[in-house]
C-alpha cells in the first residue's frame, strides 16, 4: 500500500483480555517501530524491528507486552491481561533501514480501550 | 536519559500570521537529530521538519523553519503565513543515533480564520 496502515482503529476489550495490534509496513522498509500514545502525551517508544529481529525493546513496560515480525513486513504487538492502564493508542512507523536518517512514517494508529 | 520539554500546551494565530512554537531537550549525546511533527485529528504523525544536530544552519522547509541553539538546547519551530490546514497537535522529537524518539507533550495549535 502507499502508506503504513494499522488494524482495527479502534479496539475495546475488557480488563483480563488478550488483544493482538496490527501493523502493515509500506513495501520495502525494513525497520518497523512500535509506539504508545497516552492521552495528552507525546508518543513512547515501545519496540524497534530490523527485519525480523527485534533490536531494541527496551520500551516494553512489561512482560505481558510482546511484538513479533516473522517475516520481516507485517508486525503484531501482543498484549496479554490487559489493564485499564493500557489504554491508548498504538502507533506503528516504518521507515527504508534502520538507520536514524531514514524519516519514519507512521500510521494512523489502534485506539485500545480497556473496560 | 533524555527529555523533551514544550512549554506551551495551546496556541493560536491569526490566518497568515506567524507563529512560534516552543521546545527544549536535555541530552548528553553530542551527535543526534531533532524533528517537528504534526498530528491533526486523524492521529497520523505526519513529520514537518528535520534538523541534524552536527549542522549550524537551520533547516527551513517552504513556510516552516526552525531556530536551533545547540548550546541552549533550544529547538522552536516557526510557522509562517499560517493556514487553516495547519491547525493540529504538534510534537518536538529527538532522537539519538540507534533510532529511539523521545517526544515531547505536544502542543496544540489553531489557526484562527
Known amino acids: 500500500g502507499a502508506g503504513v496502515s494499522q488494524t482495527p482503529s479502534n479496539k475495546v476489550t475488557e480488563k483480563g483480555k488478550y488483544v493482538e495490534l496490527r501493523c502493515d509496513p509500506i513495501?520495502?522498509?525494513?525497520?518497523l517501530y512500535w509506539y504508545r500514545q497516552s492521552l495528552g502525551q507525546g508518543p513512547e517508544f515501545l519496540i524497534y524491528?530490523?527485519?525480523?529481529?527485534?533490536?531494541?525493546d527496551s520500551g516494553l513496560p512489561n512482560d505481558r507486552f510482546f511484538a513479533v515480525r516473522p517475516e520481516g513486513s507485517v508486525s503484531t504487538l501482543k498484549i496479554q491481561r490487559t489493564e485499564r492502564g493500557d489504554s491508548a493508542v498504538y502507533l506503528c512507523?516504518?521507515?527504508?533501514?534502520?538507520?536514524?536518517?531514514?524519516?519514519?512514517?507512521f500510521g494512523p494508529g489502534t485506539r485500545l480501550t480497556v473496560l | 536519559a533524555q527529555t523533551v520539554t514544550q512549554s506551551q500546551p495551546e496556541m493560536s494565530v491569526q490566518e497568515a500570521e506567524t507563529v512560534t512554537l516552543s521546545c527544549t531537550y536535555d541530552t548528553s549525546e553530542s551527535n543526534y537529530y531533532l524533528f517537528w511533527y504534526k498530528q491533526p485529528p486523524s492521529r497520523q504523525m505526519i513529520l514537518v521538519i528535520r534538523?541534524?544536530?552536527?549542522?549550524?544552519q537551520n533547516a527551513t522547509e517552504n513556510r516552516f523553519s526552525v531556530n536551533f541553539q545547540k548550546a541552549a538546547k533550544s529547538f522552536s519551530l516557526k510557522i509562517s503565513d499560517s493556514q487553516l490546514g495547519d491547525t493540529a497537535m504538534y510534537f518536538c522529537?529527538?532522537?539519538?543515533?540507534?533510532?529511539?524518539?523521545?517526544f515531547g507533550t505536544g502542543t496544540s495549535l489553531t489557526v484562527i480564520p
Open positions: 522529537a529527538f532522537m539519538k543515533i540507534g533510532n529511539q524518539f523521545y
Open positions: 534538523q541534524e544536530a552536527y549542522k549550524q
Open positions: 524491528f530490523q527485519g525480523t529481529g527485534a533490536a531494541d
Open positions: 513495501s520495502g522498509h525494513t525497520a
Open positions: 512507523a516504518s521507515s527504508l533501514t534502520g538507520d536514524s536518517y531514514n524519516e519514519q512514517f
